[in-house]
């Protein structure tokens, strides 16, 4: 398995840029797909975005289109979500989420199996 642990998280203000980390532990992190999911208070955990294992597929929602860049180094068993032009409706807590898949970027929380702690992302208007 590859457990994930998010970091990066804080407080920033709108128009701001945040750099999300999701390190992982094993030797296979190219096996596996990863995913960015975030849960605002009161709300359900929603996709932001996602990449396959190979890194040839990825899946934005369009509430971050444009704005927010998911990306892996394999090497490094890290993945990151670049995050620009945060809005303070971006406040919420960010998970990382990973699930065997080297074609696959999963979409939906009931795919992955392993999941981080969470980080905090709050956007000050």
């Known amino acids: 398995q590859v457990q994930p642990v998010e970091s990066g998280g804080g407080l920033v203000q709108a128009g701001g840029s945040l750099r999300l980390s999701c390190a992982t532990s094993?030797?296979?992190?190219?096996?596996?797909?990863m995913g960015w999911f975030r849960q605002a208070p009161g709300k359900e955990r929603d996709i932001v975005a996602s990449i396959s294992g190979s890194g040839r597929s990825t899946f934005y929602s369009e509430s971050v289109k444009g704005r927010f860049t998911i990306s892996r180094d394999n090497a490094k068993n890290t993945g990151y979500l670049q995050m620009n032009s945060l809005k303070p409706e971006d406040t919420a807590v960010y998970y990382c989420?990973?699930?065997?898949?080297?074609?696959?970027?999963?979409?939906?929380?009931?795919?992955?199996?392993?999941w981080g702690q969470g980080t905090q992302v709050s956007v000050s208007s």
């Open positions: 989420a990973t699930e065997p898949g080297i074609y696959n970027a999963y979409t939906r929380a009931s795919e992955y199996r392993y």
């Open positions: 094993g030797r296979t992190f190219s096996n596996y797909a």
